[in-house]
């Protein structure tokens, strides 16, 4: 397959979650709801970086622009599921840094049409962080009650989340030590198409799953 064909494929698999999450959207709590304006950024980002690749053979402006937006999508999420004020803090004040952070990797290291790996990198770095934190958070919250992680859905998108960020930046150091005359090097690319298509299938999962897996833990 070609890479507009795949494109589109894992277009139609980032937009699958959104459906799902409009359509219990009433059910859901505020982190995520949060989370669902998470997902649809995500996917606008996709959709207008395909058609600029398609139109003017280069996205690169569109998903450095995304990478902030979404970044800091995702830092609200997750500053939706704490309590503690002081906590609340620190998140808004990593939002504050991250956005600083953003303008000037675009205008001091990098260009906003070139790939800012260095930000990437610093998002890979935040957002990994973030999912363990709110993973033990979730654990120390509900260890005194009955719960099942299993069907805990804030617990499974940090999971989620986390194993992306592991897979991607694997993936980064192995294009940096293998060519593209490596054998096998084409596997490298399928195995980042795989991940996202899984990642956002288990995302689709999990607001389908979500009236359920709220009513098992008796919320």
Known sequence: MN??????????????????????????????????????????????????????????????????????LLCGYFREQLINESQKKAINLLITFSILFWLFSIFYL???????????????????????????????????????????????IAFLLLVYWCFSIMQWILYRIFTRETPGFHFLDISLIVINMSINFCFTIVFLKYPKMIKSNGH
């Open 110 to 156: 990098h260009s906003i049409n070139s790939i800012n790996s260095i930000f990437l990198g610093y998002q890979g770095i935040v957002t990994m962080c973030l999912s363990a934190y709110i993973m033990e958070y979730i654990v120390f919250r509900q260890s005194r009650t009955v719960f099942n992680l299993k069907t805990s859905p804030h617990f499974l």
């Open 3 to 72: 890479y507009y064909t795949v494109s589109l494929i894992n277009l139609i698999l980032f937009f699958l979650p959104i459906v799902i999450g409009i359509k219990h959207y009433n059910h859901l709590d505020k982190a995520l709801k949060v989370f669902l304006f998470f997902a649809i950024s995500s996917s606008s980002g996709e959709l207008i970086a395909f058609f600029c690749a398609l139109i003017f053979k280069n996205n690169l402006p569109i998903y450095n622009l995304f990478s902030i937006i979404n970044l800091v």
